[in-house]
């Protein structure tokens, strides 16, 4: 079963430990500058929303790159970059419409979510399960049951 | 290691920054933040010292564990001398920024002397610069946040900055981060003024990498995150209702401080609760509250998001206050609220807003704002001295407008701006002020919770609830419950919850964590983090040490024994309502046995014995 990464931005607090998860698996460092995923704050509003990548099945990305260094990963659905191969051309950050392929001058690489090879851990970080790592193919599920829940009692307060 | 190991020192009248190892040694002594920056001050600065004098320093200071993923692992404190009380000032703030710091590598800024022109200190990562602050002085410091960003084009940095409360020398000005979370209290934002520095902008790619055992470290604070989110206080209360779940609780107990602290229970508490704020207004339909959020770090999220109805007579023609900005937090209600016999919950926001927005302590405010009305109500202040405005106990529109003053000195503001113990002395009735050394009482009435007493009279800082809350002891029973009633064993609860207390601000993480942690899970995360054995027993003797240092300080800056006491009102006159109805402070039964327990002498001074002991400084 694929599982990708769910986002609720309503239950999103905003502590950015997600970033730090995020950051310290991929380059070891309690760093949210080099998080792969970002809360965005939307200060009028009074609202907060991690953003990262969704892995697009015909991803711009993997198809923008001249090297074939984004491949898709069999286990995952994610879609990696090998890193022996980026050659840090930037052309990906150009491609991908969401922006969240971005280029990491120490390395002279771009980095995106890879879902941590199928346990991300921003997902496990989250303290209110405003991101999730869910089926695939039903990441609706739990909005539907809220929805129907609701139209139950509805229905049951007209009968 | 989990310090970074890097303090920026900054002389502003030499216009230099330049960078110098932390003294690690005394990293061992006093942990960080509140502890070694109080060290570092202490060795630097004459406790003589004129606190807006240029000799007096400014110290920005994180603890090992801000910036990292340790829950609540983002706090920072402003160390220095504070203009409203003369004593040694901690103010310790949330948001953002404390962890930025940590990310661009630095551990504390050290600000000395002062600048010719008003400047701005930049740091991205080891480049730390000041900069002409010529667009943004006299500026408030939500518009000095707007102006910062876009000349400097990063949405990612975070800035820190004085209103116009401190330029016009209001003495409880505050240092805001992030739009809304301060280091509020004892005037810290006035000492930066002073020093013509009015921001500082920070951005850090660095992170945080040097954990002792990063697997070890992980795993605990997995744990403890745990612990927290499985804790009814930490778990459910704080997030959903925020510090203001206590309104209610507080007013019930017969200790929440009402009209200038004459009352001990408030009408009006219920409108301007937690409760309340979660209600639909039947303005417009839409309640107060739009939701919880966090500081860095943290897994807790008790800050208030808040919206004050577009209709209101406070923001009617103001569509810049239309939009969500940092809402009411407990003491911030009650000083606003029940201190001044306000129950209008919008009223309160926006003032609240403005203190924000122009950087002053919303608790002396308000504080402030009830002595001087009971003032007026006595005839000591009149509308000549207001201008024509009618400072009654309760009106909402007096107390708007008192914050719309104060934020910009003008008129009476500028009396407002002094605090209340030299607003009360200037027209005549100092006994009016609610004050201990000098800062206002927040919002527990000791004749209610007795320990608070002693906390408040013994409190390094002046009147206080975070230097020893034990609120969580007698009213809500943890760790264990005392009866808030007695005075019997209150001398060796306050003493430790200080020295806990002390410990914890040290480290960098958040005192909201207390109500479901105790050292001991502190110090697994502390231990996991940082270079040599860190065990609750050490913490505690740290804590012990550093509230020693502090009262050392304030020794030598000229306090004694008779500056630890409380207004007559709390000492003499008897809580009228309530469980505690009919009841006085009883300071005099808890004080002597407090020094006993600290190791002091029968007078309040620390022993040869007991500095010896704890190592402190000659």
Same mark, same amino acid.
């Given at each position: 079963?694929?599982?990708?990464?769910?986002?609720?931005?309503?239950?999103?607090?905003?502590?950015?430990?997600?970033?730090?998860?995020?950051?310290?698996?991929?380059?070891?460092?309690?760093?949210?500058?080099?998080?792969?995923?970002?809360?965005?704050?939307?200060?009028?509003?009074?609202?907060?929303?991690?953003?990262?990548?969704?892995?697009?099945?015909?991803?711009?990305?993997?198809?923008?790159?001249?090297?074939?260094?984004?491949?898709?990963?069999?286990?995952?659905?994610?879609?990696?970059?090998?890193?022996?191969?980026?050659?840090?051309?930037?052309?990906?950050?150009?491609?991908?419409?969401?922006?969240?392929?971005?280029?990491?001058?120490?390395?002279?690489?771009?980095?995106?979510?890879?879902?941590?090879?199928?346990?991300?851990?921003?997902?496990?970080?989250?303290?209110?399960?405003?991101?999730?790592?869910?089926?695939?193919?039903?990441?609706?599920?739990?909005?539907?049951?809220?929805?129907?829940?609701?139209?139950?009692?509805?229905?049951?307060?007209?009968? | 290691?989990?310090?970074?190991?890097?303090?920026?020192?900054?002389?502003?009248?030499?216009?230099?920054?330049?960078?110098?190892?932390?003294?690690?040694?005394?990293?061992?002594?006093?942990?960080?933040?509140?502890?070694?920056?109080?060290?570092?001050?202490?060795?630097?600065?004459?406790?003589?010292?004129?606190?807006?004098?240029?000799?007096?320093?400014?110290?920005?200071?994180?603890?090992?564990?801000?910036?990292?993923?340790?829950?609540?692992?983002?706090?920072?404190?402003?160390?220095?001398?504070?203009?409203?009380?003369?004593?040694?000032?901690?103010?310790?703030?949330?948001?953002?920024?404390?962890?930025?710091?940590?990310?661009?590598?630095?551990?504390?800024?050290?600000?000395?002397?002062?600048?010719?022109?008003?400047?701005?200190?930049?740091?991205?990562?080891?480049?730390?610069?000041?900069?002409?602050?010529?667009?943004?002085?006299?500026?408030?410091?939500?518009?000095?946040?707007?102006?910062?960003?876009?000349?400097?084009?990063?949405?990612?940095?975070?800035?820190?900055?004085?209103?116009?409360?401190?330029?016009?020398?209001?003495?409880?000005?505050?240092?805001?981060?992030?739009?809304?979370?301060?280091?509020?209290?004892?005037?810290?934002?006035?000492?930066?003024?002073?020093?013509?520095?009015?921001?500082?902008?920070?951005?850090?790619?660095?992170?945080?990498?040097?954990?002792?055992?990063?697997?070890?470290?992980?795993?605990?604070?997995?744990?403890?995150?745990?612990?927290?989110?499985?804790?009814?206080?930490?778990?459910?209360?704080?997030?959903?209702?925020?510090?203001?779940?206590?309104?209610?609780?507080?007013?019930?107990?017969?200790?929440?401080?009402?009209?200038?602290?004459?009352?001990?229970?408030?009408?009006?508490?219920?409108?301007?609760?937690?409760?309340?704020?979660?209600?639909?207004?039947?303005?417009?339909?839409?309640?107060?509250?739009?939701?919880?959020?966090?500081?860095?770090?943290?897994?807790?999220?008790?800050?208030?998001?808040?919206?004050?109805?577009?209709?209101?007579?406070?923001?009617?023609?103001?569509?810049?206050?239309?939009?969500?900005?940092?809402?009411?937090?407990?003491?911030?209600?009650?000083?606003?609220?029940?201190?001044?016999?306000?129950?209008?919950?919008?009223?309160?926001?926006?003032?609240?807003?403005?203190?924000?927005?122009?950087?002053?302590?919303?608790?002396?405010?308000?504080?402030?704002?009830?002595?001087?009305?009971?003032?007026?109500?006595?005839?000591?202040?009149?509308?000549?001295?207001?201008?024509?405005?009618?400072?009654?106990?309760?009106?909402?529109?007096?107390?708007?407008?008192?914050?719309?003053?104060?934020?910009?000195?003008?008129?009476?503001?500028?009396?407002?701006?002094?605090?209340?113990?030299?607003?009360?002395?200037?027209?005549?009735?100092?006994?009016?002020?609610?004050?201990?050394?000098?800062?206002?009482?927040?919002?527990?009435?000791?004749?209610?919770?007795?320990?608070?007493?002693?906390?408040?009279?013994?409190?390094?800082?002046?009147?206080?609830?975070?230097?020893?809350?034990?609120?969580?002891?007698?009213?809500?029973?943890?760790?264990?419950?005392?009866?808030?009633?007695?005075?019997?064993?209150?001398?060796?609860?306050?003493? @430790?919850?200080?020295?806990? *207390? !002390? $410990?914890? =601000?040290?480290?960098?993480?958040? &005192?909201?964590?207390?109500? #479901?942690? %105790?050292?001991?899970?502190?110090?697994?995360?502390?231990?996991?983090?940082?270079?040599?054995?860190?065990?609750?027993?050490?913490?505690?003797?740290?804590?012990?040490?550093?509230?020693?240092?502090?009262?050392?300080?304030? @020794?030598?800056?000229?306090? *004694? !024994? $008779?500056? =630890?006491?409380?207004?007559?009102? &709390?000492?003499?006159?008897? #809580?009228? %309502?309530?469980?505690?109805?009919?009841?006085?402070?009883?300071?005099?039964?808890?004080?002597?046995?407090?020094?006993?327990?600290?190791?002091?002498?029968?007078?309040?001074?620390?022993?040869?014995?007991?500095?010896?002991?704890?190592?402190?400084?000659?």
């Amino acid at each position: 079963m694929e599982k990708s990464l769910h986002i609720d931005p309503g239950k999103c607090t905003g502590c950015l430990q997600c970033e730090m998860a995020c950051s310290f698996e991929n380059e070891g460092v309690f760093n949210p500058a080099k998080s792969r995923i970002k809360v965005f704050t939307f200060h009028q509003e009074g609202s907060f929303v991690p953003y990262t990548c969704t892995q697009c099945v015909e991803a711009w990305c993997m198809q923008a790159c001249p090297v074939d260094a984004i491949v898709v990963n069999l286990a995952t659905g994610a879609k990696d970059v090998l890193e022996d191969r980026c050659v840090g051309c930037k052309v990906c950050t150009i491609a991908c419409p969401f922006g969240t392929v971005n280029y990491n001058q120490d390395t002279g690489k771009v980095i995106k979510c890879d879902l941590c090879g199928g346990d991300p851990a921003c997902a496990t970080a989250c303290p209110t399960e405003a991101i999730t790592f869910i089926d695939a193919d039903s990441t609706g599920y739990d909005r539907m049951r809220a929805w129907a829940e609701k139209t139950g009692t509805v229905t049951q307060a007209t009968a | 290691m989990s310090w970074s190991g890097n303090v920026l020192r900054v002389n502003l009248t030499k216009g230099t920054c330049t960078s110098e190892p932390l003294n690690m040694e005394w990293a061992r002594e006093y942990i960080g933040q509140r502890g070694l920056a109080t060290r570092y001050f202490v060795e630097e600065v004459d406790p003589k010292v004129d606190p807006l004098a240029p000799e007096n320093h400014l110290i920005f200071a994180t603890g090992p564990l801000t910036g990292t993923m340790a829950s609540t692992g983002g706090r920072y404190s402003v160390i220095t001398k504070g203009p409203l009380t003369g004593a040694i000032a901690c103010s310790n703030s949330g948001g953002f920024l404390g962890a930025e710091l940590r990310s661009a590598g630095w551990d504390m800024v050290i600000l000395e002397g002062k600048s010719a022109k008003p400047v701005y200190l930049n740091i991205e990562n080891d480049k730390a610069e000041l900069l002409a602050a010529d667009e943004i002085w006299g500026k408030s410091v939500w518009e000095t946040d707007e102006i910062l960003h876009k000349k400097h084009q990063d949405p990612q940095l975070r800035i820190a900055a004085c209103g116009r409360a401190a330029e016009t020398g209001c003495l409880y000005a505050a240092i805001v981060n992030d739009l809304h979370r301060a280091a509020g209290r004892s005037g810290v934002g006035a000492v930066m003024a002073s020093k013509n520095l009015k921001a500082l902008a920070v951005r850090g790619t660095k992170g945080v990498g040097n954990i002792k055992d990063p697997a070890r470290f992980m795993q605990t604070t997995a744990e403890q995150k745990k612990v927290l989110a499985d804790h009814a206080v930490t778990g459910e209360g704080l997030p959903t209702f925020g510090t203001q779940v206590l309104m209610n609780v507080i007013n019930e107990s017969g200790a929440l401080p009402t009209r200038n602290m004459r009352e001990s229970q408030f009408d009006g508490a219920h409108n301007i609760s937690a409760e309340q704020m979660a209600e639909p207004r039947k303005s417009d339909g839409k309640p107060n509250l739009t939701r919880n959020a966090a500081c860095f770090a943290c897994t807790i999220a008790c800050g208030r998001i808040s919206t004050i109805d577009k209709g209101h007579f406070t923001v009617e023609n103001k569509p810049q206050y239309w939009g969500n900005s940092g809402g009411l937090e407990y003491e911030a209600a009650w000083a606003l609220g029940a201190d001044t016999g306000v129950d209008d919950l919008d009223a309160l926001t926006y003032a609240n807003f403005i203190c924000n927005e122009d950087g002053f302590d919303p608790i002396t405010f308000g504080a402030t704002v009830a002595a001087a009305m009971e003032l007026f109500e006595i005839g000591a202040i009149t509308t000549e001295h207001t201008g024509g405005v009618e400072l009654k106990f309760g009106a909402a529109a007096a107390l708007t407008w008192a914050a719309e003053k104060v934020a910009t000195g003008e008129g009476f503001g500028a009396d407002l701006a002094l605090g209340s113990k030299r607003l009360c002395e200037k027209y005549g009735h100092p006994e009016l002020s609610m004050t201990v050394k000098g800062q206002e009482f927040p919002a527990y009435d000791p004749r209610g919770i007795q320990g608070m007493g002693l906390a408040y009279a013994t409190s390094n800082r002046g009147a206080c609830h975070l230097r020893g809350y034990t609120v969580a002891s007698e009213i809500l029973g943890i760790p264990e419950k005392t009866d808030p009633l007695e005075t019997d064993g209150k001398a060796g609860l306050v003493k @430790a919850f200080q020295d806990v *207390t !002390a $410990a914890w =601000d040290s480290t960098g993480l958040c &005192l909201f964590t207390s109500f #479901a942690w %105790t050292l001991d899970n502190v110090a697994p995360q502390m231990d996991a983090a940082c270079e040599g054995e860190w065990t609750s027993d050490r913490l505690l003797e740290a804590g012990e040490r550093i509230w020693n240092l502090e009262r050392d300080f304030n @020794a030598k800056a000229g306090f *004694t !024994a $008779a500056d =630890d006491t409380l207004p007559p009102r &709390l000492l003499e006159e008897r #809580a009228k %309502t309530g469980p505690a109805e009919g009841k006085v402070t009883g300071l005099a039964e808890m004080l002597p046995e407090y020094y006993q327990e600290r190791g002091w002498t029968a007078d309040g001074q620390i022993t040869d014995e007991t500095r010896s002991r704890l190592g402190l400084p000659a």
